[in-house]
């Protein structure tokens, strides 16, 4: 698993995956809002298989 997800990436899916899951809990959002857990945990993990399968990456690497 090669991370595939960096900087504002990374942070944005968290503030949002947060927001999702707040609002589910405490304002008795949709169930659908629950899938700010995954963007909470490919925020995590720097890795989105969406993103793999699409061959996009916001992460930086070296140039070798």
């Known amino acids: 698993m090669k991370a595939n997800v960096g900087g504002i990436d990374k942070v944005l899916r ?3 995956g947060i927001a ?7 304002f008795n959002g949709p169930i659908w809002a629950w899938i700010g857990v995954v963007a909470i945990a490919t925020g995590f993990i720097s890795f989105c298989p969406s993103y ?5 990456s916001t992460c930086k690497t070296k140039e070798e």
Do not use: E, N, R
């Open 14 to 16: 968290v503030l949002v």
């Open 20 to 26: 999702l899951v707040a609002w589910t809990l405490f």
């Open 52 to 56: 793999s399968l699409l061959g996009i």
